[in-house]
C-alpha cells in the first residue's frame, strides 16, 4: 500500500494561473516532505521542502504547506510558467529508516 | 561541475545476462542509493549506502545486487535480469543520508530486458 500518494497523475493550466499539486500521506511519523521536479530523460531535481513544524514554506513561485491533521501536503506554483511543465513527486522521509518514500507523480502541463 | 553520473543511459539485453549499471558522484557524498521508476508507482528505492562498505536493501532489493568499495561509485548489477526489470532506474546521492537530505539524481538508464 502506498504511503505517499498523487492522486492527480496529470494536471493542466493556463499560464500565468496558479498550480496546485496535492499529495496526501498515511504514515504520521513522516517529519519532512520534499517535492521534486523531473524534466522528461533527466533525473530528478529537487524544488522545496517542509519540516513538520512548519506549516507552509515560501521559495518565490513555489510555495508548499502542510496540513498535518490531515497528513495532507500541496505545492502552488503562482504564476505558473510553461518552463513549470514536468512531472512533480512529492517525497516524505521517514526518520526511523533513513529512507525518503516518493508518491508516483504528477504531471504538469502548463499550456501558452 | 557537481554531478552524479550513471552508465550506460540505454540498454537493451535479454534475459539472464549479467548486466552493471555505473553510478559515480563527484560530490564526496556520504550516502548513494538506487531508484526504479515505473509508471503509477514514483520512485522505489532498490539498495542504499550510507557509507563505504556499508549497504542495506530498500523496498524493492529482490533480484538486484550492489557494492560499495569507493565513497564516489555505487553500481547496481543485475545477475541474471528478467523482463520485470524492464524500467528505468536512477542513482541519487545526498551529503547525509538522512532522509530530509536533498537528494541529486543521475540522468538515469533506461533497461530493457527481453
Known amino acids: 500500500d502506498q504511503q505517499v500518494k498523487q492522486n492527480s497523475p496529470s494536471l493542466s493550466v493556463q499560464e500565468g494561473r496558479i498550480s496546485i499539486l496535492n499529495c496526501d500521506y498515511t504514515?504520521?511519523?513522516?517529519?519532512?516532505f520534499l517535492w521534486y521536479k523531473k524534466y522528461p530523460a533527466e533525473g530528478p531535481t529537487f524544488l522545496i521542502s517542509i519540516s513538520s513544524i512548519k506549516d507552509k514554506n515560501e521559495d518565490g513561485r513555489f510555495t508548499v504547506f502542510l496540513n498535518k491533521s490531515a497528513k495532507h501536503l500541496s505545492l502552488h506554483i503562482v504564476p505558473s510558467q510553461p518552463g513549470d511543465s514536468a512531472v512533480y513527486f512529492c517525497?516524505?522521509?521517514?526518520?526511523?529508516?533513513?529512507?525518503?518514500?516518493f508518491g508516483p507523480g504528477t504531471s504538469l502541463s502548463v499550456i501558452p | 561541475e557537481a554531478q552524479v553520473t550513471q552508465n550506460p543511459r540505454y540498454l537493451i539485453t535479454v534475459t539472464g545476462k549479467k548486466l552493471t549499471v555505473t553510478c559515480s558522484q563527484n560530490?564526496?557524498?556520504?550516502?548513494m542509493s538506487w531508484y526504479r521508476q515505473d509508471p503509477g508507482l514514483g520512485l522505489r528505492q532498490i539498495y542504499y549506502s550510507m557509507n563505504v562498505e556499508v549497504t542495506d536493501k530498500g523496498d524493492v532489493p529482490e533480484g538486484y545486487k550492489v557494492s560499495r568499495k569507493e565513497k564516489r561509485n555505487f553500481p547496481l548489477i543485475l545477475e541474471s535480469p528478467s523482463p520485470n526489470q524492464t524500467s528505468l532506474y536512477f542513482c541519487?546521492?545526498?551529503?547525509?543520508?538522512?532522509?530530509?537530505?536533498?537528494?541529486?539524481f543521475g540522468p538515469g538508464t533506461r533497461l530493457t530486458v527481453l
Open positions: 504514515n504520521s511519523m513522516f517529519d519532512y
Open positions: 541519487a546521492s545526498s551529503l547525509l543520508g538522512t532522509g530530509g537530505d536533498t537528494q541529486y
Open positions: 517525497a516524505a522521509s521517514d526518520p526511523s529508516y533513513d529512507k525518503v518514500i
Open positions: 560530490m564526496n557524498h556520504e550516502y
